[in-house]
């Protein structure tokens, strides 16, 4: 089997490193930064360099760029991609590269399906990617239709090096909803936390709460200014409900109201155990 | 060496277990609840029940209790304490429980001193309890005046067998204003960030910043609506100052924005770097 990877990144070099380490597998490679493709072949993490000869043999092209330049990639080099590869992307939203997506591989004929792995580290770039980044995560899939589990079954095998603990199908609109809660807020309210005048003395205050609150607060700006832009509806709506929000726990404060901030602690701590179980 | 600990709860009982450890120190325990007192007994995590006998014999008295009950505490027990004791409380705001203990401490010719220990874990109560919960973490400590440098040494030698990382001095203005922001805040934001309606099926979606932005949404309604209702001026200008924060990206999604959403993230990002280094 041969999985062809676009883009080595974080995401890309790690997918590069699981596939690299199972033994049915082939990995060619690209990147646009000519360093970092000699860096993985001197790494031995490639077989090879994917080209336009080496995409046509591949069973697997997994593609992890930017969302723009997922379709832009898609838009020059369909012709070479063979009708029996199946091409998975890796982008963080998923409604506007599906849409290109699906109807790029209609018309070339092979198979498009919207990824998103859900992993990642602190830090960018192919010289932090991990062979077990992936290792008992959660993926998530957006084929056209999901009307055929043996195919499903055929697409989770695919992606078996990888070695994720979950794989979910869905469609790209619920994909873009739920993502603008787990992911897209949390990077926002970190980024936005870390900004209060008071964390400059914070040493010698904090515990786990403080960290765990600013831990992505570290974002590439680039990207994900393109991520939020994307699905600037569901993100707008999870801020917007997340202010009105704290205002309520903000009006308790200031009107003093101790029975109201009991209350709004409580559906809070209700809520939790109901999402997430004790 | 004698040690008293007035409530075996989470805090309370993690130092009984800690201070127990060190073969230096006698441990006498107290708790409103008789089962938890058996308990700790039984388990041999105390030397003796901390009775009007045995507080007059300790060294070093610490009140593990909720910040109004360490006034009543005090004010009963005042009496019975030596004058050559250190007694040092655990609340989580220190402005009011400070005037309170400076007071009756002179009072009675003991001396106070305010204490946040900075550890918790996701769970509260003795069964919980940790001996190394304090270990390597910070420590907050309150002195009336702090201009006997031989004397806070003293202090901090009676801490020892907690085994803190740090023991920071301050007052309990500051003390409260950095703990609305390093511990307050990021109770009232993850307690609110996990009711968005998104929440109850982020199965499958979400990896480590949901995880992180909602590990401490579930808490104590009774204790924490204490502690914030006592910190209502420091707390409520955290939350409007976020609120504000957060409405400055809101406006950039919403006007579609790309270089104004940039600027943002990168300002939140460079804070972080300045704040807490890469």
Known sequence: MRVG??????????????????????V???????????????AEDLDGVLDETTISQCDLLLIALYPQAVIEYLEKNAPYISKDTVVIDCGGTKRKICEAGFQIAEKYGFTFIGGHPMAGRHYTG???????????????IIPKTCDDMNWLEHIKDLLKPARFGTV?????????KMIAFTSQLAHVVSNAYIKSPTAREH???????YKD????????????????????DYLTEEIRFLREELKKYQNALEQQDFEKMRELLR???????EVDGR
Chains 1, 2 share one sequence.
């Not at 979910?168 to 873009?176: F, K, L, R, S, Y």
């Not at 559906?267 to 155990?273: A, C, L, P």
């Open 5 to 26: 990877i676009v883009g080595l990144g974080l995401i890309g070099g790690s997918f590069a490193k699981a596939y690299h380490e199972s033994k049915d597998w082939e």
């Open 28 to 42: 060619y490679g690209m990147d646009s930064d000519k360093r970092i493709l000699d860096l993985a072949l001197l």
């Open 126 to 140: 192919y010289k932090y990617s991990l062979a077990n980044l992936y290792d008992g995560m959660a993926m998530v």
């Open 168 to 176: 979910t199908v869905t469609t790209a609109e619920n994909h873009d």
């Open 203 to 209: 040493h010698g205050y904090s515990a786990g709460s």
């Open 213 to 232: 609150l600013t831990r992505v607060a570290w974002l590439n700006e680039v990207m994900w200014t393109e991520l939020f832009m994307e699905n600037r």
């Open 267 to 273: 559906e809070g701590k209700e809520r939790k155990v």
